[in-house]
């Protein structure tokens, strides 16, 4: 049973910072993709990042290039998200979830990933 389960989310002021983590199990780690969606009350889910296996391929959303860093260690089953400079705008619940690969801009489409987690809060105050 593949588990993908988030933590670290909270509450934190206007140009603070978080950082997100994601434990996956029940699968070959190494062999996913790994990306992070956020969706804000009444908004569609969106893409924020993305990493490749290795680490080696990232790809950002336009919104948090520059802010936010995305990770892995495939040692300890994890993928992270590093948020920096965070606005309220950012305010929304964060999901990791897991591809088997990318194709074109697939990476940005919430339904090329397989499986998700529960999600973690973030609420940045102004």
Request: hydrophobic residues 30%.
């Amino acid at each position: 049973q593949v588990q993908l389960v988030e933590s670290g989310g909270g509450l934190v002021q206007a140009g603070g910072s978080l950082r997100l983590s994601c434990a996956a199990s029940g699968l070959t780690f190494s062999s996913y993709v790994m990306g992070w969606f956020r969706q804000a009350p009444g908004k569609e889910r969106e893409f924020v990042t993305t990493i490749s296996w290795s680490g080696g391929t990232t790809y950002y959303a336009d919104s948090v290039k520059g802010r936010f860093t995305i990770s892995r260690d495939n040692a300890k089953n994890t993928v992270y998200l590093q948020m920096n400079s965070l606005k309220p705008e950012d305010t929304a619940v964060y999901y990791c979830a897991a591809a088997a690969s990318w194709y074109g801009n697939s990476y940005k489409r919430d339904y090329e990933y397989r499986y998700w987690g529960q999600g973690t809060q973030v609420t940045v105050s102004s």
